[in-house]
């Protein structure tokens, strides 16, 4: 019994502790098993990380190779490719951009803003345009030099410039308290010299008076002897009332003799001329002897002639004259006589000349020149005037007066005493040539001067 029992104790035993194993290796190999599926999990998870970081094909690239050789994952003092790839990248932007939180994008928008195509075409671009600041800025020290140099030669010259220009001044200044000093002279001798004319004035407007009223006095004389002379004319001329006038002979009427006639150029040739009075334009007229020119009673004129000639050349003793009229059917024949009733051969002609003249042909007209202008016509016959009067026969004008600078205030009282003489002389030579136009007085010049006296 007791050995029966102590078996089925074993057995139980036995059982138990199967039974417990069982259990506890099922329990392990549950957890094996649980754990291999975890592992497998890990594993595929791994797997698809690791192709995620790197596939197969990138790991056979030499690239990579060099890359895991450089880590050194091996060694103790090695690192993991990822993480050497990690420093590398850190370590590159730190250099690159200064951070190494920075990203390629960074670079990449950096490049962009540059206009690169890669960083190193960035720094060469850089380089390049920092060589090219270098030399402008060397270029410009070099010329800052240039200029600080040429600053300092015009400061210099500048310099000379103030002390020549105070020099100038002080030397003006001399100059302007000398002019003053002259022009106060000058108004005191103005003042004096006014005063004298003042006195000059009121002595001519005494004189003047004087002179008035002694012309209004021989006025009233020669009116008193106009009246007397009136009554002495009328009674003259109620004595001899239908007394007949006798005129002159015909004979005293001939001015001269035709000794030539040109009939191709309608010309003829007179026997007076340049010593006779005869002037360039005097017209003449023809007549075939004196007994015809005869006064007409009733008319009062003298018969027409057979022709009208007018004076275009004048020699010493004869002339050249042209037919501006001509009878048809009766020519002009030598030994015709010529009249002309206003021509006097002993008229003296009045001459008034004024300007400047270049008888010599120098080239510079003076007013000198007048005198050689006045010799000739002396000469020719004639008689030179001072004064336009009414029986002036010709006006002889050369070049008007010039007019010299006009001085200034401080000028010298011999240039302002010049300066008025010539103003005076030209505004006298505007006058005479406004006068002769209207009185109609012919005004000559020196050419036309020599062709009147035949020079």
Avoid: C
């Amino acid at each position: 019994m007791a050995a029966r029992q102590s078996t089925s104790i074993g057995i139980g035993a036995t059982i138990t502790i199967l039974a417990v194993a069982t259990l506890g290796l099922f329990i392990t190999s549950m957890v094996f098993y649980a754990q291999r599926r975890e592992a497998l999990t890990a594993r595929e998870q791994l797997e698809k990380t690791s192709k995620e970081i790197i596939t197969d094909a990138e790991r056979n690239d030499p690239v990579f190779a060099k890359v895991r050789e450089a880590a050194q994952p091996g060694r103790p003092t090695g690192k993991p490719v990822v993480r050497y790839l990690l420093d590398e990248r850190k370590e590159l932007m730190q250099k690159v951009t200064g951070s190494d939180r920075d990203t390629i994008d960074t670079v990449n928008k950096a490049l962009e803003a540059s206009k690169a195509t890669s960083l190193l075409s960035a720094l060469h671009d850089r380089q390049t345009e920092i060589d090219s600041l270098t030399r402008q800025l060397k270029d410009s020290d070099e010329a800052r030099t240039r200029a600080l140099q040429d600053k300092k030669t015009e400061s210099e010259r500048v310099k000379g410039i103030e002390d020549s220009y105070k020099a100038s001044v002080a030397s003006l200044q001399d100059e302007v308290n000398k002019t003053k000093a002259e022009s106060d002279a000058l108004r005191e001798g103005i003042d004096t010299f006014k005063k004298q004319m003042d006195k000059r004035v009121e002595d001519i407007r005494a004189d003047y008076a004087a002179k008035e009223a002694a012309l209004k006095g021989d006025i009233d004389k020669l009116q008193s002897q106009q009246a007397i002379d009136k009554v002495r004319i009328k009674q003259f001329e109620d004595q001899n009332r239908g007394t007949r006038f006798q005129g002159q002979s015909e004979y005293a009427l001939i001015d001269g003799q035709v000794v030539g006639t040109t009939p191709t150029d309608n010309t003829l040739t007179i026997n007076i001329g340049r010593r006779q009075h005869v002037v360039l334009g005097l017209p003449f007229t023809v007549y075939s002897q004196g007994t015809t020119i005869r006064l007409d009673e009733k008319t009062g004129d003298y018969p027409p002639g057979k022709a009208t000639v007018e004076v275009i050349r004048v020699d010493p003793d004869t002339s050249v004259a042209r037919v501006i009229r001509e009878q048809k059917g009766n020519p002009i024949v030598r030994g015709d006589v010529i009249a002309n009733p206003i021509y006097d051969p002993a008229k003296k002609y009045k001459f008034l000349v004024y300007g400047n003249f270049d008888p010599s042909g120098t080239g510079t007209p003076s007013v000198f020149g007048a005198n050689e202008i006045k010799a000739w016509i002396k000469d020719w016959g004639g008689e030179t005037v001072d004064d336009l009067t009414g029986d002036v026969d010709f006006i002889v004008l050369g070049e008007r007066p010039q007019l010299p600078p006009q001085p200034g205030p401080s000028a010298a009282i011999e240039s302002i005493n010049f300066y008025l003489n010539a103003q005076k002389a030209a505004r006298r030579y505007d006058e005479l040539l406004k006068q002769a136009t209207d009185t109609s007085i012919p005004v000559l010049n020196e050419n036309r001067l020599r062709t009147l006296l035949g020079r």
